[in-house]
């Protein structure tokens, strides 16, 4: 049953040009617009009841992992299947549900309609799509395998993604219940022990040292408390802006190395990405140096970013990567080594990078898995500690009191 829609649209010469147009779709709204050498922008079913779109400034908006995945797959399955470059976009805008990420691939199409590359036309969006998508789907467009590469490229997302979900989620629990156990503690210490403290401060009994700290954090709490929730913004806001300084980010990266849990985890998230990228950018089809330029600018940690940007100049003046590779024994397990310089000696690089990044992802799966087992006993320390901190300072002034009667 076809249904009335009120749209807007671009010429070939990109001027907006509205009007009304009775189709079953939006999809075929598209289609039918495009006989007509315009370009679907934006399309609202009459009678249809527009939500409140408040469109937020874009350095808020954003486009998340799982959106550009999907896209990735999707359009390397469209083009396999034969659609045209703007036919395919133009059906991936209609069917994404972030209205941000819509109006990048309505204007990516806009542009290849144009005559444009689609590696061009992203390069716009440098927050949407990093310098590694950017590059690999020119190297595509290039070589004529872009189908291929954009299936790659949507594996490689999916590996980030998965092996970032897994850290997040196994360091979630700690952190809520830690963040649990510290709301409960200042709730306690501000509205349910400040009465009984008090009779133990105006008591002549000589009070342990664990009361009179409880005795100390719940006057200040009360007293203070709007101050200390202001100082703790404050910090929390400079040490934010400090660590995103290049000397700050330096330290901090550097302090997260050396901690005893995450600096392992860091080290095999990074190990695991550097592999996989590389591998996909080199089968792809991009050079080595170009590939470790690019990998350089994504890596997160300053440590790996600053290693294979060293790495790039030395490969390119012919010196092997697993040479290079050896300087930076601490970053890089001597596992991964030897197994580039097989690669490079066999001539599989790509291959051996692809069963390291396979097996740092599979180490991290299993620690991870492995993490929560690890983490609950010395929650319950920690817990059964603080229980035990707040029972000795309520309980031993009572024993002392009752001397004194």
């Given at each position: 049953?076809?249904?009335?829609?009120?749209?807007?649209?671009?010429?070939?010469?990109?001027?907006?040009?509205?009007?009304?147009?009775?189709?079953?779709?939006?999809?075929?709204?598209?289609?039918?617009?495009?006989?007509?050498?315009?370009?679907?922008?934006?399309?609202?079913?009459?009678?249809?009841?527009?939500?409140?779109?408040?469109?937020?400034?874009?350095?808020?908006?954003?486009?998340?992992?799982?959106?550009?995945?999907?896209?990735?797959?999707?359009?390397?399955?469209?083009?396999?299947?034969?659609?045209?470059?703007?036919?395919?976009?133009?059906?991936?805008?209609?069917?994404?549900?972030?209205?941000?990420?819509?109006?990048?691939?309505?204007?990516?199409?806009?542009?290849?309609?144009?005559?444009?590359?689609?590696?061009?036309?992203?390069?716009?969006?440098?927050?949407?799509?990093?310098?590694?998508?950017?590059?690999?789907v020119r190297v595509g467009e290039a070589g004529g395998n872009l189908?291929?590469?954009l299936e790659m490229l949507s594996i490689q997302l999916k590996k980030?993604?998965?092996?970032?979900?897994?850290?997040?989620?196994?360091?979630?629990?700690?952190?809520?219940?830690?963040?649990?156990?510290?709301?409960?503690?200042?709730?306690?210490?501000?509205?349910?022990?400040?009465?009984?403290?008090?009779?133990?401060?105006?008591?002549?009994?000589?009070?342990?040292?664990?009361?009179?700290?409880?005795?100390?954090?719940?006057?200040?709490?009360?007293?203070?408390?709007?101050?200390?929730?202001?100082?703790?913004?404050?910090?929390?806001?400079?040490?934010?802006?400090?660590?995103?300084?290049?000397?700050?980010?330096?330290?901090?990266?550097?302090?997260?190395?050396?901690?005893?849990?995450?600096?392992?985890?860091?080290?095999?998230?990074?190990?695991?990405?550097f592999s996989r990228t590389l591998s996909s950018m080199i089968t792809?089809?991009?050079?080595?140096?170009?590939?470790?330029?690019?990998?350089?600018?994504?890596?997160?940690?300053?440590?790996?970013?600053?290693?294979?940007?060293?790495?790039?100049?030395?490969?390119?003046?012919?010196?092997?990567?697993?040479?290079?590779?050896?300087?930076?024994?601490?970053?890089?397990?001597?596992?991964?080594?030897?197994?580039?310089?097989?690669?490079?000696?066999?001539?599989?690089?790509?291959?051996?990078?692809?069963?390291?990044?396979?097996?740092?992802?599979?180490?991290?799966?299993?620690?991870?898995?492995?993490?929560?087992?690890?983490?609950?006993?010395?929650?319950?320390?920690?817990?059964?500690?603080?229980?035990?901190?707040?029972?000795?300072?309520?309980?031993?002034?009572?024993?002392?009191?009752?001397?004194?009667?």
């Open positions: 049953m076809s249904s009335q829609f009120s749209y807007k649209a671009k010429t070939v010469d990109g001027k907006l040009q509205s009007g009304m147009m009775a189709c079953e779709n939006r999809t075929e709204l598209g289609a039918l617009l495009k006989k007509k050498g315009l370009t679907l922008v934006s399309a609202q079913k009459t009678g249809e009841k527009k939500g409140m779109d408040i469109k937020l400034p874009d350095f808020l908006r954003s486009v998340g992992v799982v959106d550009k995945m999907l896209f990735t797959r999707n359009l390397a399955v469209m083009l396999r299947a034969g659609l045209s470059f703007s036919r395919a976009l133009g059906i991936l805008a209609e069917q994404t549900k972030s209205s941000y990420f819509r109006e990048i691939l309505q204007a990516v199409e806009a542009d290849v309609q144009k005559g444009s590359a689609l590696a061009d036309s992203l390069q716009k969006y440098p927050k949407v799509f990093n310098r590694l998508f950017v590059s690999m189908e291929e590469v980030d993604y998965e092996i970032t979900s897994k850290v997040r989620g196994a360091m979630m629990y700690p952190c809520v219940i830690l963040a649990a156990m510290s709301l409960i503690g200042i709730l306690m210490m501000t509205f349910v022990f400040p009465s009984l403290l008090k009779m133990f401060s105006e008591s002549k009994a000589d009070l342990p040292v664990t009361t009179k700290a409880l005795i100390f954090i719940s006057d200040a709490l009360q007293n203070y408390g709007i101050f200390i929730f202001i100082g703790f913004v404050i910090l929390v806001f400079v040490f934010v802006k400090i660590i995103k300084t290049p000397q700050g980010k330096k330290s901090f990266d550097g302090l997260m190395l050396k901690a005893p849990i995450a600096g392992g985890i860091i080290m095999k998230v990074n190990v695991a990405r792809s089809g991009v050079s080595i140096v170009e590939s470790l330029e690019t990998i350089s600018s994504t890596l997160g940690n300053y440590y790996y970013s600053d290693s294979a940007a060293k790495a790039c100049e030395s490969v390119q003046k012919g010196v092997n990567l697993s040479e290079v590779m050896l300087g930076y024994g601490k970053l890089y397990p001597s596992m991964m080594i030897h197994m580039i310089e097989v690669g490079e000696e066999t001539g599989s690089l790509e291959i051996t990078l692809k069963q390291v990044a396979e097996f740092y992802e599979d180490e991290v799966d299993q620690f991870t898995s492995n993490l929560s087992s690890i983490i609950e006993p010395v929650l319950m320390l920690v817990m059964g500690g603080a229980v035990g901190i707040f029972a000795m300072a309520l309980i031993q002034p009572m024993y002392s009191i009752m001397e004194t009667m």
